[in-house]
């Protein structure tokens, strides 16, 4: 056999190995969440929702916390929600099942509340785990706390979403380079009509940007990866 043939083949085993180990360390994350208790959350949940998706992700949607229907399901924005957020990611040239999704918090606050600061405080080591795993190029913020909080952990100055939406900002999450950009929550469009438009808007252009950047720099950290790996043997 030749050696080009011999070295691709390697090539694709190491590939194959790094997918198999990110799944283990994946399903451990998983199984932590699913018997976590580091907040009174964990007391009203059905189920722990710990987000869905390939673990090889470009782009992260990162929400607030479950509703109903997720804590029902365990999955991420199934409900009214979930339904104007899939429709959103289309505008963005994204289905759903080509993103990560997941929440700040994983289990349900009651009675749909806001989550307090000390459960995301909590639950936020589980967000991080997830990014350090998945190494998304762009992180989606929806919603004031996701945003909110996605800027503090990047260490940025997070003002309003009237002023933030839309723009695309370098961060650095759990040692990850990446790009934030946040828009409002589908839910408050679904309740305040006029938000919709604006959402559609950022969709359709900041958003729809910024994911073909991120989509773009993955092709070139592709060809990188077999570069290191010629670096390696
Ligand atoms: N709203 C969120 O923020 N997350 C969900 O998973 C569902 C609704
Ligand atoms: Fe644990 Fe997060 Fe659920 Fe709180 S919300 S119990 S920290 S998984």
């Not at 009675?111 to 998304?136: F, H, M, S, T, V």
Request: glycine share 10%.
């Amino acid at each position: 056999m030749s050696s080009l043939l011999l070295l691709l083949q390697a090539h694709g085993a190491y590939l194959l190995d790094e997918g198999f180990s990110r799944r283990r360390e994946y399903e451990v994350i998983v199984s932590e969440i699913s018997s976590c208790r580091k907040c009174p959350l964990h007391r009203y949940r059905k189920n722990t929702v710990p987000g869905e998706g390939p673990l090889d992700a470009s782009v992260m949607v990162v929400g607030e916390a479950p509703g109903r229907r997720e804590d029902e399901e365990g999955r991420p924005f199934v409900g009214a929600a979930g339904k104007l957020l899939d429709a959103l990611l289309e505008l963005a040239g994204l289905s759903r099942g080509a993103v990560y999704i997941t929440n700040i918090v994983k289990c349900r606050p009651p009675g749909n509340r806001d989550p307090k600061e000390e459960e995301i405080e909590a639950c936020i080591p589980y967000l991080l785990r997830q990014i350090a795993l998945i190494k998304p190029k762009l992180v989606i913020a929806v919603g004031r706390h996701a945003a909110r909080t996605l800027y503090r952990l990047a260490g940025l100055q997070w003002t309003s979403m009237t002023r933030l939406h839309g723009r695309l900002v370098d961060a650095k999450l759990a040692g990850v380079s990446v790009k934030i950009i946040a828009t409002y929550h589908p839910a408050a469009a679904l309740y305040k009509p006029p938000l919709r438009r604006v959402l559609e808007d950022d969709f359709k252009g900041p958003i729809k940007r910024a994911v073909e950047l991120a989509l773009g720099l993955r092709g070139e950290r592709r060809a990188g990866s077999l570069l290191d790996f010629l670096g390696q043997s």
